[in-house]
């Protein structure tokens, strides 16, 4: 079928747009981040316990992606990049998108508590209302600084990670927070210059579509120069290694050198080649998996405390 309103008659969804409203691609670097998260914490932790918080955090980003999904139905069939997803497509009832996220995300947040504590179900039950409420329903549809602000739903990951191994909150999670904070708008940002015509199809206020690629791109580059010191923060602090501080700082200055390529003035015909907007999109996803890889091997090798 092709792309259609939510409201077409659906088909039969199966267990495969089931998984699709969980965005398996996103739900793996949420599951890498809160692992790295607490595969770095100073304390050890039971494996069965691991097992059922990563478990929880997964299960909680796909709830929050199911609830997205059910409530931008209608703006995802105006876009050629989500109009084949099960509810534009016509594949699922949007109640039943919307009743499966939210038994994902009351689900994945009881079974953090009971299994592991009620301080990260906390934070995880944050998360989630973060991401399906304040970044989808509330910014998305109404500034431009949506992705900035909403940035903060995928940076609890490390942050809940840290907590199920140690039962509270330290410096070191909170800078975990704050690298994937100011890595997400150059991130998004980066995807959302070459899919502009997209966003504005469906009248999505994105920083591109609202002030334009210049202004988007001079904004990139800031946030990238303000996330080099900040993920270079906890060598310097010494709660890391030289493992991680080394890796920080030679992926920070590749992340600014592509920044900087993509805010340079550009003619007509180069902007809509969007080459340094790709690399620079493709390289922060390495980026992120590199640098909290780079964060697992210094706590295993060095075995350096914060």
Request: charged content about 10%.
């Amino acid at each position: 079928m092709t792309a259609t309103s939510a409201s077409t008659l659906p088909l039969p969804a199966d267990w495969r747009d089931f998984l699709a409203l969980t965005k398996p691609r996103v739900m793996s670097l949420v599951i890498f981040t809160g692992l790295c998260g607490m595969l770095a914490a100073p304390t050890g932790v039971d494996p069965v316990i691991g097992f059922v918080a990563i478990l929880c955090i997964a299960v909680g980003a796909g709830g929050a992606a199911a609830l997205n999904q059910w409530w931008e139905a209608d703006l995802d069939a105006k876009m050629k990049r989500t109009a084949n997803r099960p509810l534009p497509a016509g594949r699922m009832e949007r109640s039943a998108a919307r009743d499966f996220g939210i038994a994902l995300s009351v689900g994945s947040v009881i079974v953090m508590g009971l299994g592991v504590g009620w301080l990260a179900a906390a934070i995880l039950a944050i998360s989630i209302v973060y991401y399906a409420v304040v970044y989808t329903i509330w910014l998305k549809p109404r500034t431009p600084q949506n992705i900035v602000i909403g940035g903060g739903a995928g940076a609890f990951p490390p942050m809940i990670g840290w907590i199920a191994a140690t039962g509270d909150v330290t410096l070191m999670p909170v800078l975990l927070f704050a690298i994937i904070f100011f890595w997400t708008p150059p991130h998004f940002w980066a995807l959302a210059l070459f899919v502009e015509t997209d966003y504005a199809a469906a009248g999505v206020p994105m920083m591109p579509v609202v002030a334009g690629h210049k202004s988007t791109r001079r904004q990139i580059l800031i946030y990238a120069v303000l996330l080099l010191p900040i993920a270079v923060a906890p060598f310097l602090l010494e709660l890391t290694g030289w493992i991680y501080g080394l890796s920080a700082l030679l992926l920070g200055a590749i992340f600014l050198f592509l920044s900087i390529k993509v805010a340079t003035f550009r003619t007509a015909a180069n902007d809509m080649d969007m080459a340094a907007e790709k690399r620079l999109f493709a390289f922060s996803v390495i980026y992120l998996f590199a640098l909290f890889g780079a964060l697992v091997a210094d706590r295993l090798i060095l075995g350096v405390h914060a």
